[in-house]
């Protein structure tokens, strides 16, 4: 079974301009959440879909971040416009458990880290 | 509040050596879950173990220990007789209905395993 993918692996951008991250989840994870990690701290959920709809992006910075997940498959986070601070490494996660059920064990990609200069 | 706290940042022992990750939780709920993720140098967090709130019961996995204690609100990881390959990051998370079942994670502990 393939796993979480997830593109680019790297990404070096100057402050002020705009940068998107891919995310491709497990075949058939109805779930998907993103998750910001910044060096030295765990991850932070950003935002968290069910199928195609946002189930919870209280914790996103709207003013500069956004995603979508238009067929409820793949998902795209993008910034724009990038600060300093934004500089982290982007997880993707899915599962096949709705929002909600607190079992929930996660399959995560490998993450995007993004370096903000 | 909900919240995960892993004091030891980092912890460094000799190959074969008996390691334990410390992981202290705050939760107001009754119900709530448990985990933990390694997160290896390539990036992705793995999950490890999930524990309920209502099964205190340890749980032994190989060389994989798990320590659930209610009354001190710990969940600690215990590797028996460490080996290299275990060397990663190690995250205690939480998820309880006052988080509205997101995963809440500690800050991490990185392990290095020198042979």
């Known amino acids: 079974e393939a796993g979480v993918a997830q593109s680019p692996r790297y990404k070096i951008i100057e402050k002020r301009q705009s940068v998107a991250f891919w995310c491709n989840p497990i075949?058939?994870?109805?779930?998907l959440y993103w998750y910001q990690q910044i060096l030295g701290q765990g991850p932070k959920l950003l935002i968290q879909?069910?199928?195609?709809?946002?189930?919870?992006d209280s914790q996103l910075p709207k003013d500069r971040f956004s995603a979508e997940r238009l067929k409820g498959v793949d998902s795209t986070l993008k910034i724009q416009p990038a600060k300093l601070e934004d500089s982290a490494v982007y997880l993707c996660?899915?599962?096949?458990?709705?929002?909600?059920?607190?079992?929930?064990?996660?399959?995560f990609g490998e993450g995007s880290r993004l370096t903000v200069l | 509040a909900q919240k995960v706290t892993q004091a030891q940042t980092e912890i460094s022992v000799v190959e074969k050596e008996d390691v334990t990750l410390d992981c202290v939780y705050e939760?107001?709920?009754?119900?709530?879950?448990l985990f933990w993720y390694k997160q290896p140098p390539s990036g992705e967090l793995v999950f490890l173990i999930r524990?309920?709130?209502?099964?205190?019961q340890n749980e032994i996995s190989g060389r994989y220990s798990w320590n659930f204690q209610k009354s001190t609100s710990s969940f600690n990881f215990t590797i028996t007789a460490s080996q290299v390959v275990d060397s990663a990051v190690y995250f205690c998370?939480?998820?309880?209905?006052?988080?509205?079942?997101?995963?809440?994670f500690g800050s991490g502990t990185r392990l290095s395993i020198r042979p």
């Open positions: 996660a899915s599962t096949t458990l709705a929002p909600g059920v607190l079992t929930g064990e996660l399959f």
């Open positions: 075949s058939g994870h109805a779930t």
């Open positions: 879909f069910q199928n195609n709809g946002v189930v919870d």
């Open positions: 939760t107001r709920d009754t119900t709530y879950y």
């Open positions: 524990r309920n709130s209502f099964d205190e």
């Open positions: 998370a939480l998820s309880s209905y006052s988080s509205a079942s997101k995963i809440i």
